[in-house]
């Protein structure tokens, strides 16, 4: 006899927040912002949600404090050992306090340092990956719990695991498009927005910008394991006039560096799993130029929404042809497949299969 499968569809759902940053993120952040659009979007469905996060979080789910502050604002984090140190202390509040509270399902958003203790609590978890899967730290985790639920954020993502996982969906990230505004005409800069580290490229495109010979503005938090990085390859490149240095910024001067740049400049040199800062660019109507690594070719449209290059050579040409870049099209194409609108409806659709497996298992 075929059983029909029913999902009640008002779901409590558990959301782990890194500890990292706080949420939403005052500046830098990626995981973190994503967790707040998926967050509130699910509950503007009416959702019921509880965020596990930093104290000093804002949101419109029931916060449960893991630590009072972003641990990143701690002078001790600045130690990354004590750093993951302390992301551990973090699974075990999580975990004490899962175990005293019922959910349908639990959304994991820590990555690995949660999935041995997967299997202490009854609920059903999905976990979605927001980095690197070659880190060999990682591995040796993930492969113990390869069927477990997970998620990727680009299928290129997928390809970087030396494993075989059980993926149940792909749900590209999705930003809160009314908090951005289109710029129909740059001024005369292009923009570097990222982490300032030798993987997303900061020196590169310095390169690019002095070989180009336009002007270009830096921004982005130096982490503690960068400031060799940036004190002995950076900083002597900044004349404040070619090439600037603004450093860490929030939201309002990340709209404004990004919608008067001509381009965002994104020479990466590692498998980038997503680059928000590709999409939040486009919405702006700010094209893309980017190495063809990682996801980018599943981010930007060639020759319509930014260039995709292979190295700095092709990457100086592109900048003499980025006027031909429409800049409506930039900005409609994230509206259409970038929205935390469709990012929520996407995990939605996986939250109900897990719970369909989880429901079918229990008949069984």
């Not at 973090?90 to 997967?118: E, M, S, T």
């Not at 995709?308 to 006027?323: C, P, Q």
């Not at 469709?342 to 299969?353: H, P, V």
Request: proline letters at 4%; charged letters at 25%; a positive charge.
């Amino acid at each position: 006899m075929k059983i029909k499968l029913k999902l009640m569809r008002k779901l409590k759902i558990a959301m782990l927040a890194p500890v990292e940053e706080q949420v939403p993120p005052k500046k830098y952040g990626g995981t973190e912002l994503v967790v707040y659009n998926l967050t509130e979007n699910l509950i503007k469905l009416g959702h019921d949600v509880t965020l596990l996060a930093t104290g000093d979080s804002h949101t419109s789910a029931k916060l449960i404090p893991i630590f009072p502050h972003s641990i990143r604002s701690l002078p001790v984090a600045r130690n990354m050992e004590v750093r993951s140190d302390l992301r551990l202390m973090g699974v075990g509040r999580v975990l004490q306090y899962l175990k005293k509270n019922k959910f349908d399902l639990v959304h994991n958003h820590i990555g690995c340092f949660f999935l041995p203790f997967v299997k202490c609590i009854n609920e059903p978890v999905v976990t979605t990956f927001h980095g690197f899967l070659k880190n060999p730290n990682d591995f040796e985790i993930y492969k113990y719990f390869t069927d477990f639920n997970y998620v990727s954020i680009s299928m290129n993502q997928r390809q970087s695991a030396k494993i075989r996982l059980n993926f149940i969906s792909n749900v590209y990230n999705g930003i809160e498009v009314e908090k951005f505004h289109f710029f129909p005409e740059p001024q005369n800069y292009f923009a570097f927005l990222a982490r300032v580290s030798p993987e997303k490229g900061a020196l590169e495109a310095i390169d690019i910008a002095k070989k180009a010979g336009v002007n270009l503005i830096l921004a982005g938090k130096v982490d503690s394991v960068d400031e060799k990085y940036f004190k002995q390859k950076i900083r002597p490149h900044i004349d404040d006039k070619q090439i600037k240095f603004i450093g860490e910024i929030g939201h309002k001067k990340k709209v404004q560096l990004l919608g008067n740049a001509k381009a965002l400049l994104a020479p990466i040199q590692w498998e980038e799993p997503f680059g928000l800062y590709f999409i939040e660019a486009m919405l702006c109507g700010t094209p893309v130029i980017a190495n063809k690594r990682g996801s980018v070719s599943e981010i930007i449209i060639d020759g319509k929404t930014g260039f995709i290059v292979e190295n700095i050579k092709e990457a100086v040409a592109r900048i003499k042809d980025i006027e031909k870049i429409n800049r409506l099209d930039c900005s409609n194409h994230v509206k259409n497949n970038f929205s935390a609108e469709k990012m929520t409806q996407e995990y939605i659709k996986a939250y109900e299969k897990i719970l369909k497996k989880n429901v079918k298992k229990k008949i069984e």
